[in-house]
């Protein structure tokens, strides 16, 4: 069973920066192409980013592109989100997952989910 675990969330003031990791549990990490998406209150799961297998394709969703870089480490079967630049709007829960299949911004393609962690910013 594959099992990831979100940290670093918190609360940071709008211009500040924070580093989102999801420690993936299992051997395959290197297999699964990883996203991160998130929710805030009273709107849908959004997309995020995205990181192919090998870590050498990445994608972004417009809203955070230039702002966020996704990277992983297969050795350390963890993916991040580091996040600069942070304003009111990107408050809401993130989540990471792993898709087996494709690398993709269509959060029905993940096969694997954390719990998510709380990214709040204030103005």
């Known amino acids: 069973q594959v099992q990831l675990v979100e940290s670093g969330g918190g609360l940071v003031q709008a211009g500040g920066s924070l580093r989102l990791s999801c420690a993936v549990s299992?051997?395959?990490?290197?297999?699964?192409?990883m996203g991160w998406f998130r929710q805030a209150p009273g709107k849908e799961r959004e997309f995020v980013a995205a990181?192919?297998?090998?870590?050498?394709?990445?994608y972004y969703a417009d809203s955070v592109k230039g702002r966020f870089t996704i990277s992983r480490d297969n050795a350390k079967n963890t993916v991040y989100l580091q996040m600069k630049s942070l304003k009111p709007e990107d408050t809401a829960v993130y989540y990471c997952?792993?898709?087996?299949?494709?690398?993709?911004?269509?959060?029905?393609?993940?096969?694997?989910w954390g719990q998510g962690t709380q990214v709040t910013v204030s103005s």
């Open positions: 997952a792993a898709s087996r299949y494709v690398t993709t911004t269509d959060p029905y393609e993940y096969d694997y």
């Open positions: 990181i192919s297998r090998s870590g050498s394709s990445t």
């Open positions: 299992g051997r395959t990490f290197s297999s699964y192409a």
